[in-house]
């Protein structure tokens, strides 16, 4: 019997692939690579591509990944795929839109105006509670 | 029958406040079930990425990424507030942040100044209102987060560690007990603090592709985001199930109040008729 190997792949959603394979291939950083039981512990980067692995009875299955990380120990491969296409440009851009949502929100006067219109509503639900107090008394 | 009509209105009324808080309920109810389904999706991978780190603390590795190492002066701090992005969910946004309020105050106190990074409507509205300076701001991620949409906010904070800008990094949310305990947790980020296992003891190390350095910071930046994540879709499963129990303590509420209207009701009416009939026997009696 062939020899095997336990790989995981998740991404931080969900759970893509867990199961026993003869070999697996992933798109590493440096070119495809092809994996087989024992192999030395390994670890990169993976780019976006196809990542397919041969089952014990050699069928074959192929997820795509939109990058992330590959780990390898001698019996155990990991893949943590992520869920976004990651650059540091775009990476970049989107900490750029959190920072300046931040400042709106400093700036954003929005926030007391929902203050004052949730204290008006406070009032006038007490107000309410008195007059219900009221009417109980004169029953 | 002077207060009768208002006491019907008043019923009426609040019986319709009662069909909403209901419906709310049932509302919570389902998208309980599917938050709790979207925390156990995002534990594997959380799972192995500690998996992952776990072996990469005892490979010799003679790299050391500035996460793993602790700085002993801190000048200033960082949080990362999680909240809900609506209300009507109890107590639970101001429990997390009175926990967060506290803790900031000890800070303040040895006069170590706080960047904030609120993630959802209700932090950002509380922060902005308490003193707190906000970096960085995500929110309207909806039911259904993606990992995509925190990148960004994330990155503003890494980078402020990465600059020396802060020197710890906190995350503040809630933690999903059961359904009705949800408990308000801060959680040290940076430096990352863990148990490390030291099975393996003899001498290995990983083969980098393409290099050490980009690897593990990639996957440092991974595992922050992760467990940030991991923060967000758990706090919208505490979400759920605190505005279900809030809704249904509401509807209850409601319950017992058209009650009491009720009896208040029957009774001015009995009043009233009483009133009459003795009028009319009194107008009989004086006639015959």
Redesign the interface.
Known sequence: MAMTMQV?I??????IY?GTVTQVFAP???GEVGVMPRH??????LKAGVVRVISQEGEEQTFFVSGG?L?I?PHVV?I?S???L?AADI?????????A??E???K?KA??M??AKAKSELIEAVAQIEA?KK??K?? | MAGAKEIRTKIKSVQNTQKITKAMEMVAASKMRKAQERMRASRPYAEKMRTVLSHLAQAHCEYKHPYLQRRDEVKRVGYIVISTDRGLCGGLNTNMFKAAVNQMADWQAKDIGIDLCTIGKKSSAFFARFSGNIVAQTANLGDQPSQEELIGTVKVMLDAYDEGKIDRLYLVSNEFENTMTQTPAIQQLIPVSGEIDTELDHHWDYMYEPDTKPIIDALMMRFIESQVYKGVVENIACEMSARMIAMKSATDNAGDIIKELQTIYNKARQASITQEISEIVAGAAAVS
Request: zero cysteines; a negative charge.
């Open positions: 995981n998740v991404s931080a959603e969900q759970e867990s590493a950083e440096m030395a512990p390994m670890l990169s980067t990380i780990e120990q990991t943590l992520d869920t976004a990651r990476d970049e851009s989107a900490a750029l839109e959190a920072k949502r931040a709106a929100a400093m954003d926030s007391d929902d203050y219900l009417l109980r004169k029953k």
